[in-house]
């Protein structure tokens, strides 16, 4: 049996902490079962390497291992990539295709964010789970697999279950043994390992000297909560190592970097709109409204592309009837957005550039087309805006994405999409 040690070394682990060599340890043992198991902790924690090493360890490791992101995939599609569907299963079903099932069998799935799966596919998983056997989309036939499944979330799943929104029987059946990863902030003697490792890396990569902090800036490391935790310590990593010019940072230097609990502009808000002259500030709201209606228009992609394979399916009509009628404009939101904001959105965009409002102006009675011409002619700026107010939201809602999303104004699966896309 391989020692903790190796493990670290061989899967890149960094670390001392009693609690991570636990995880590891356990990772170890369960390796040669078939056992099912469900990782748990906070985003950013580490999780994924826990499942590769459980299969490099298993009988299993000659065989697939394939890591499925629950969170990313479509509702209307997720079925059909996990189990495969027939040919003309639903429109542009042009060919048969196989799924993960059937393509890893005998190695190992990984299903990342777990809790994200919607209640017809978990109905799925648990009898792929308790028989082996899976149908394809389209299809009667049944068929087997033999395939060990990881999970892992970082939603509290018994407060899912309570909602209805996770099945308590596959949450029982997913959960034979629970791996969990505390947050960095429980684990501080690793902070600055973690650092040197990554800076040590980032230094290679962009072919410069290795940063390195002062005794106070190291405290200053030590003492921050680290929200997003290691993912969250990497991206500052790499941000000063880049950035600054200096190679030893100090506390001050270091605290421009460090996540604070700052708030996001409120949009709506009558009294922030008549705060003239705080541009920085009409400009943050200026970005949120863009924010939001990219959001909008993202939904409205979305949902037309689902109601083009659905085949104008009146049952998915009915269920997205809110969606449906947000992005066609008859909802509540629409509407506070037009009685509400639009006349501050006016004002602040004349703010700037009066020539340039003007085209604004014009182009403001469509918000989509506004959106499309901002998005093609500020692509990198309102990218950047869009990381930084995701980061905000995360900084505030202590990670949270189910609070940060709502405040956002985005489906957490949006917000999970670009959390990855973003690397945040
Ligand atoms: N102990 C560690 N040593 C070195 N790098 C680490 C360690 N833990 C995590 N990382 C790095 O931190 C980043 C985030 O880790 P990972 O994606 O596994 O987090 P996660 O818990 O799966 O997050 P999420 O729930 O958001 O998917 C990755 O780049 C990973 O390589």
Redesign the pocket.
């Known amino acids: 049996m391989e020692s903790p040690q190796a493990v670290?070394q061989r899967f890149?682990?960094?670390?001392n902490d009693p609690s991570?060599n636990r995880a590891i340890e356990k990772s170890i043992r369960v390796a040669p079962t078939d056992i099912s198991v469900l990782?748990t902790?906070?985003?950013?924690?580490?999780?994924?390497?826990l499942p590769k090493i459980i299969h490099a360890l298993s009988h299993r490791k000659h065989a697939k291992y394939i890591a499925v992101?629950c969170g990313a995939i479509p509702e209307g599609t997720i079925d059909s990539e996990l189990f495969g569907h027939e040919k003309g299963a639903f429109t542009g079903a042009n060919q048969a295709r196989d799924g993960y099932f059937k393509e890893a069998d005998g190695g190992t799935i990984f299903l990342?964010?777990v809790g994200e799966l919607p209640l017809t596919t978990q109905v799925r998983l648990l009898r792929v789970l308790e028989t082996g056997e899976f149908i394809k989309v389209g299809s009667s036939k049944v068929q087997k697999s033999s395939v060990r499944i990881v999970a892992?979330?970082?939603v509290d799943m018994i407060e899912a279950i309570k909602n209805n929104k996770f099945r308590e029987d596959l949450y029982y059946r997913l959960n034979t043994v629970e791996i969990n990863?505390s947050p960095l902030r429980e684990r501080r003697g690793?902070i600055h390992l973690?650092f040197r490792?990554?800076a040590s890396d980032f230094a290679l990569k962009y072919k410069m000297p290795t940063i390195r902090l002062t005794d106070r800036a190291i405290k200053a490391l030590e003492n921050c909560r680290w929200p997003g935790?290691?993912?969250q310590?990497?991206n500052v990593t790499e941000q000063i190592s880049v950035l600054e010019t200096s190679r030893e940072v100090d506390e001050d230097t270091l605290n421009h970097y460090l996540p604070k609990s700052t708030s996001l502009p409120s949009v709506i808000s009558k009294e922030k709109s008549s705060s003239k002259g705080d541009f920085s500030n009409e400009r943050e709201i200026l970005y949120k409204v863009l924010f939001d209606m990219k959001g909008d228009l993202n939904d409205l992609k979305k949902l037309t592309m689902e109601l083009m394979e659905r085949d104008n399916d009146e049952k998915f009509k009915e269920d997205n009837i809110n969606l449906i009628k947000k992005v066609y404009g008859e909802s509540d939101s629409k509407k506070e957005f037009k009685d509400e904001t639009h006349e501050e959105q006016l004002e602040i965009l004349q703010f700037p550039n009066q020539k340039r409002n003007r085209e604004m102006d014009q182009k403001i009675e469509d918000p989509y087309d506004y959106a499309e011409d901002i998005e093609e002619e500020e692509t990198l700026s309102l990218q950047d805006k869009e990381v930084e107010l995701i980061k905000k939201s995360l900084d505030r809602h202590h990670g949270k994405r189910k609070p940060a999303a709502d405040e956002l104004g985005i489906s957490e699966r949006t917000l999970?999409r670009k959390?990855?896309q973003y690397?945040l």
Not at 12 to 15: F, L, N, S, Y
Not at 41 to 49: A, D, L, N, R
């Open positions: 670290k890149e682990i960094i670390g991570l990782v902790g906070e985003s950013g924690v580490g999780k994924e390497s992101n990342d964010e892992a979330t970082n990863l690793d973690l490792k990554f935790n290691i993912r310590l990497k999970y959390i990855k690397d």
